[in-house]
Protein backbone atom coordinates (compact mmCIF):
# COMPACT_ATOMS: atom_id res chain seq x y z
CA UNK A 1 0.00 0.00 0.00
CA UNK A 2 1.64 3.37 -0.76
CA UNK A 3 -0.04 6.67 0.51
CA UNK A 4 0.29 9.74 -1.03
CA UNK A 5 -0.74 13.04 1.33
CA UNK A 6 -1.37 16.15 0.18
CA UNK A 7 -3.08 19.69 0.48
CA UNK A 8 -1.49 21.55 3.40
CA UNK A 9 -0.19 25.06 2.75
CA UNK A 10 -0.03 28.34 5.32
CA UNK A 11 -3.53 29.66 6.18
CA UNK A 12 -4.64 32.13 8.59
CA UNK A 13 -5.76 31.49 11.78
CA UNK A 14 -9.58 30.64 11.26
CA UNK A 15 -9.53 29.19 8.00
CA UNK A 16 -9.86 26.06 6.79
CA UNK A 17 -7.72 23.28 4.77
CA UNK A 18 -8.73 20.12 2.64
CA UNK A 19 -5.96 17.11 3.10
CA UNK A 20 -6.07 14.61 0.87
CA UNK A 21 -4.50 10.91 0.82
CA UNK A 22 -4.22 9.19 -2.17
CA UNK A 23 -3.94 5.54 -1.45
CA UNK A 24 -2.65 3.03 -4.28
CA UNK A 25 -1.51 -0.65 -4.46
CA UNK A 26 -3.10 -3.20 -2.63
CA UNK A 27 -5.91 -0.69 -1.56
CA UNK A 28 -7.96 -3.88 -0.40
CA UNK A 29 -5.73 -5.11 2.56
CA UNK A 30 -6.63 -2.12 4.39
CA UNK A 31 -8.58 -1.81 7.45
CA UNK A 32 -8.12 1.47 9.02
CA UNK A 33 -7.12 4.63 7.80
CA UNK A 34 -6.27 8.04 9.93
CA UNK A 35 -4.21 10.88 10.21
CA UNK A 36 -1.83 11.70 12.45
CA UNK A 37 0.37 14.79 12.95
CA UNK A 38 3.72 15.69 14.00
CA UNK A 39 5.52 18.92 15.22
CA UNK A 40 9.83 18.72 15.13
CA UNK A 41 10.65 17.60 18.78
CA UNK A 42 7.84 16.14 19.61
CA UNK A 43 5.78 12.74 19.28
CA UNK A 44 3.65 11.81 16.74
CA UNK A 45 0.17 12.95 17.37
CA UNK A 46 -3.05 11.52 16.74
CA UNK A 47 -5.58 13.48 14.44
CA UNK A 48 -8.45 10.84 13.55
CA UNK A 49 -9.25 7.20 12.35
CA UNK A 50 -12.07 5.98 10.32
CA UNK A 51 -12.73 2.34 9.33
CA UNK A 52 -12.39 1.49 5.23
CA UNK A 53 -15.99 0.93 4.83
CA UNK A 54 -16.48 4.76 6.56
CA UNK A 55 -18.95 3.63 9.30
CA UNK A 56 -16.78 3.95 12.46
CA UNK A 57 -14.97 7.56 13.05
CA UNK A 58 -13.01 8.57 15.90
CA UNK A 59 -11.17 11.84 16.56
CA UNK A 60 -8.64 13.43 18.91
CA UNK A 61 -10.26 15.61 21.25
CA UNK A 62 -7.99 18.02 20.20
CA UNK A 63 -9.91 18.35 17.01
CA UNK A 64 -13.58 17.10 18.02
CA UNK A 65 -15.59 19.30 16.50
CA UNK A 66 -13.52 21.43 13.81
CA UNK A 67 -12.32 18.64 11.72
CA UNK A 68 -14.04 15.62 10.01
CA UNK A 69 -12.31 12.95 8.21
CA UNK A 70 -13.82 10.68 5.35
CA UNK A 71 -12.78 8.17 2.95
CA UNK A 72 -14.28 7.28 -0.67
CA UNK A 73 -13.32 4.07 -1.62
CA UNK A 74 -14.51 4.76 -5.51
CA UNK A 75 -11.23 6.86 -5.53
CA UNK A 76 -9.32 5.61 -3.48
CA UNK A 77 -8.72 8.52 -0.98
CA UNK A 78 -8.82 9.94 2.10
CA UNK A 79 -10.01 13.16 3.40
CA UNK A 80 -9.35 16.01 6.14
CA UNK A 81 -11.49 18.62 6.19
CA UNK A 82 -9.68 20.87 8.84
CA UNK A 83 -11.94 24.04 10.02
CA UNK A 84 -11.39 27.00 12.76
CA UNK A 85 -7.73 26.01 12.43
CA UNK A 86 -5.29 27.68 15.43
CA UNK A 87 -1.56 28.28 15.84
CA UNK A 88 -1.14 24.63 17.75
CA UNK A 89 -2.41 23.12 14.56
CA UNK A 90 0.69 23.71 12.67
CA UNK A 91 2.31 20.55 12.10
CA UNK A 92 3.44 17.88 9.39
CA UNK A 93 0.09 16.02 8.50
CA UNK A 94 0.77 12.23 7.83
CA UNK A 95 -2.16 9.53 6.70
CA UNK A 96 -1.70 6.12 8.12
CA UNK A 97 -3.36 2.97 7.08
CA UNK A 98 -3.53 -0.75 8.57
CA UNK A 99 -4.82 -4.23 7.20
CA UNK A 100 -7.58 -5.52 9.74
CA UNK A 101 -5.26 -7.01 12.72
CA UNK A 102 -6.64 -4.52 15.22
CA UNK A 103 -9.92 -4.01 14.11
CA UNK A 104 -10.95 -0.92 16.06
CA UNK A 105 -8.52 -0.65 18.53
CA UNK A 106 -5.14 0.89 19.17
CA UNK A 107 -6.35 3.61 16.87
CA UNK A 108 -4.30 6.53 18.43
CA UNK A 109 -0.91 4.22 18.12
CA UNK A 110 1.21 5.33 15.34
CA UNK A 111 3.19 1.97 15.95
CA UNK A 112 -0.22 0.02 15.00
CA UNK A 113 -0.39 1.45 11.27
CA UNK A 114 1.89 -0.42 8.83
CA UNK A 115 1.83 2.16 5.67
CA UNK A 116 2.95 5.69 5.71
CA UNK A 117 2.16 8.29 4.04
CA UNK A 118 5.30 11.35 3.59
CA UNK A 119 3.53 14.04 4.85
CA UNK A 120 2.05 17.29 4.18
CA UNK A 121 2.80 20.66 6.15
CA UNK A 122 0.41 22.93 7.29
CA UNK A 123 1.12 26.16 8.70
CA UNK A 124 -1.25 28.43 10.48
CA UNK A 125 0.05 31.85 10.82
CA UNK A 126 -1.43 35.47 10.62
Known amino acids: VQLQASGGGLVQPGGSLRLTCAVS????????MAWFRQVPGKEREFVAA????????YYADSVKGRFTISIDNAKNTLYLQMNSLTFEDTAVYLC????????????????????WGQGTLVTVSS
Open 96 to 115: AARGSRYGWNYLSDSGAYAY
Open 25 to 32: GRTFSTGT
Open 50 to 57: ISITGINI
